[in-house]
């Protein structure tokens, strides 16, 4: 489930039109439009090299781009990169954790920067380490962290400025399961607290589990966005299943239905279909028509793994490139 209620309205935290990059001849980011509304978990999904990394440099303001326009925070990255920089937190294959010194020391650094006082500085560090699960190590060199830790503490140090906007680049990538599960808490109270997420993955269970939105970035471009159903819809295999228990009903049904596969034995039938509710009601309204009742009903959609895979081979059905427009 996404992680916030926030998917469609509102004013938008993180907009895009036209963005592109290119590092020397090769065109990273080939006009990529966003709009992230505030308050919600937005995901850049897509494999390696795909440019996830570039969009979000570009939109924190540590890259320039080529072309296009973003605004984040209501501020244009281009004429007003320091007042977006105020606005948000970045964390990811960047990051600014040092291991060479404490958790301690690396927080106090950031409260810095933030230019809390001293005191100010303590209070707010103390109560993230503690938040993070960071307390007992805080004293320890960074060095000696694991994974997750180094993670963990990655994001405290960007909640020191208290920021609304955060972008995070992976990250969960290389860390065992339990210190995804916890860095996804991390991000549900995150949003829980009103703050907008930018996230990057090539994990599509992340996506789906945390993202109120999804875009398919493949080769600098989005082949599609949407909610994660939205996007299994895009490719074909979903359909319903009817199940019976009553012979005569289930041929009742095959002869009431149109374009069925029939599973003799198992006494059921399936409908291709996208999962919509306006399929599904014809289908039910055949059944009612015909006086006949399925003993189970169950809608199927591709997961997400299908629709991944469908959308970055390079062989966009076009349903998903009109969508996507
Ligand atoms: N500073 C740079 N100079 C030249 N090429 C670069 C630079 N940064 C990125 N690239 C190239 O741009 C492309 C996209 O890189 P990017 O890091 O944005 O992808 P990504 O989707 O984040 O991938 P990954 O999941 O592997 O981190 C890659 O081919 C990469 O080699």
Not at 36 to 56: D, E, I, M
Not at 238 to 254: C, E, K, M, N, V
Request: proline content about 5%; glycine content about 12%; charged content about 25%.
């Amino acid at each position: 489930m996404p992680t916030s209620r926030n998917g469609g309205g509102g004013p938008p935290a993180i907009s895009a039109v036209g963005l592109r990059k290119s590092y020397g001849g090769k065109t990273v980011l080939d006009g990529i439009d966003l709009r992230v509304p505030a308050g919600s978990v937005f995901a850049l999904l897509g494999p390696n090299g795909a440019g996830k990394t570039t969009a979000v440099k570009t939109l924190s303001t540590l890259i320039g781009a080529d072309g296009g326009q973003a605004q984040v925070a209501g501020h244009d990255v281009a004429s007003a990169p320091d007042r977006v920089r105020a606005a948000i937190g970045v964390t990811g294959q960047f990051s600014a954790v040092d291991g060479l010194i404490t958790g301690t020391e690396n927080m106090l650094l950031m409260a810095d920067l933030n230019h809390l006082s001293r005191r100010e500085g303590k209070r707010v560090i103390a109560e993230l380490l503690e938040r993070f699960d960071l307390g007992d190590a805080a004293d320890k060199p960074v060095q000696s962290y694991s994974g997750g830790m180094k993670r963990r503490l990655d994001i405290a140090m960007t909640l020191v400025g208290s920021p609304r906007i955060i972008f995070l680049d992976e990250p969960t990538t290389g860390l065992d399961p339990r210190a995804r599960h916890n860095m996804w808490g991390i991000v549900r109270e995150l949003v829980a607290n009103g703050v907008t997420v930018f996230l990057t993955t090539q994990y599509l269970d992340e996506a789906e589990e945390l993202a109120d939105r999804i875009a398919v970035l493949d080769n600098g471009k989005i082949v599609a966005e949407g909610s994660a159903e939205e996007l299994k819809r895009m490719i074909p295999g979903g359909h319903i299943r009817l199940r019976f228990t009553d012979p005569s009903a289930y041929q009742s049904a095959a002869s009431a239905l149109r374009e069925v596969q029939r599973d003799d034995e198992a006494l059921a039938l399936q409908i291709p279909s996208g999962g919509s509710q306006r399929e599904l009601r014809s289908v039910l309204d055949r059944l009612d028509s015909a006086g006949i009742e399925a003993d189970e009903l169950t809608v199927h959609t591709p997961d997400l793994d299908d629709v991944f895979f469908a959308l970055t081979d390079g062989n966009v059905p076009t349903q998903a490139q009109e969508a996507a427009r």
